[in-house]
């Protein structure tokens, strides 16, 4: 079981918006910064969201973060086909000195 | 452009050894922490190990404490983790990941294409 949370799978239709949610802790989320990924199938992951809520340049702003207090979320509108995925929140836990990922989440657009 | 070519995966039987290495290019290595990463087969992201830029700093997910020990080469800008006592869960592919930035806080930003390890009888 994973240190941070995330829903094993959220789904909606082309054009519209979906959320995916990551929960930690104080010694986590609270006081670290977090990274998305996302990973299509048979592909190494690739970063969409650095430092909460920047985002890589070549990422489109449909993509979007936040961090308030130990959650983060992930935005993701204006949905396409090939946006399904499998994402992944990430931080670094400063009590385990470790790097930790959520379980992921599978992104089905419909 | 950021490069990372990871090598030295395959088939080794449990109790066996492996090392795995990640030839970087397109960046100045030296001043990057950089990580390896691990998924199992139809499984998640699993952090494995991470060293900073000098090597001063290492840090090892539980599972692989004792077992597996991570280096680099500044000079041939090259990272390495050898694998010793391996067991059928570290059948994983292993990914090698820089650093997205050289600040305190950063995480994995660029990833290779990552190398199967099979831990086998």
């Known amino acids: 079981q994973s240190v941070l949370t995330q829903p094993p799978s959220v789904s909606a239709a082309p054009g519209q918006k979906v959320t995916i949610s990551c929960s930690g802790s104080?010694?986590?989320?609270?006081?670290?910064?977090v990274f998305w990924y996302q990973q299509l199938p048979g592909t190494a992951p690739n970063l969409v969201i650095y430092e909460n809520d920047s985002r890589p340049s070549g990422i489109p702003d449909r993509f979007s973060g936040s961090k308030s207090g130990t959650s983060a979320t992930l935005d993701i509108t204006g949905l396409q086909t090939g946006d399904e995925a499998d994402y992944y929140c990430a931080t670094w836990d400063s009590s385990l000195r470790a790097v930790i990922f959520g379980g992921g989440t599978k992104l089905s657009v419909l | 452009e950021v490069q990372l070519v990871e090598s030295g995966g395959g088939l080794v039987k449990p109790g066996g050894s492996l090392r795995l290495s990640c030839a970087a290019s397109g960046f100045t290595f030296s001043s990057y922490t950089m990580n390896w990463v691990r998924q199992a087969p139809g499984k998640g992201l699993e952090w494995v190990s991470s060293i900073s830029s000098s090597g001063t700093y290492i840090y090892y997910a539980d599972p692989v404490k004792g077992r597996f020990t991570i280096s680099r080469d500044n000079a041939k800008n090259s990272m390495y983790l050898q694998m010793n006592s391996l067991r059928a869960e570290d059948t994983a592919v292993y990914f090698c990941a820089r650093d997205h930035g050289s600040y305190s806080g950063s995480l994995p930003g660029y990833w290779g294409q990552g190398t199967l390890v099979t831990v086998s009888s």
């Open positions: 104080s010694s986590n989320i609270g006081k670290n910064y």
